[in-house]
């Protein structure tokens, strides 16, 4: 059993911003050299969130308006009131959606479906500079 661990680095518009991630966990996973285990992707802050989707436009624009359906930004939120804050359907949304995901792989491949994207959320309301972990755990 190992572990073999990589950080991606990058800047979002925030807002909603979705980045596709899969290219960057199948490099950390190829330079792991490892053949079978899971792959662990989690996000630090609480204002974004990591899944998976079919990363195209319309279901990109769907997850929006879904989320935006389930946590209105204008709302009454106590975060903001209690703390001058304008974000807290940001930090709702990544809440429900969650900060992790784990992938299995098996012959040094990820276990995806064709249209099955790993993807970072950020839902905060300006600009973020985000770090995301991934952990290849496996022989
Ligand atoms: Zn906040």
Not at 63 to 92: G, I
Not at 102 to 129: E, H, M, Y
């Amino acid at each position: 059993m190992a572990v073999h661990a990589g950080l991606l680095r990058m800047s979002t518009e925030g807002d909603g911003a979705v980045v596709d991630l899969t290219e960057g966990v199948r490099s950390v996973l190829a330079r792991s050299g490892l053949q079978v285990g899971v792959a662990t992707v989690f996000v630090t802050g609480s204002t974004a969130a990591v899944t998976t989707m079919e990363h195209e436009p319309g279901g990109v624009a769907d997850l929006r308006r879904l989320l935006e359906r389930l946590v209105p930004r204008d709302e009454d939120w106590e975060h903001n009131v209690r703390n001058h804050d304008t974000n807290a359907h940001a930090h709702l949304r990544a809440s429900i959606v969650g900060p992790s995901v784990a992938v299995s792989f098996a012959r040094g491949q990820l276990a995806l479906g064709t249209w099955q994207q790993v993807v970072l959320l950020d839902f905060d309301d300006r600009p973020r500079d985000r770090v995301v972990s991934v952990h290849c755990i496996g022989e």
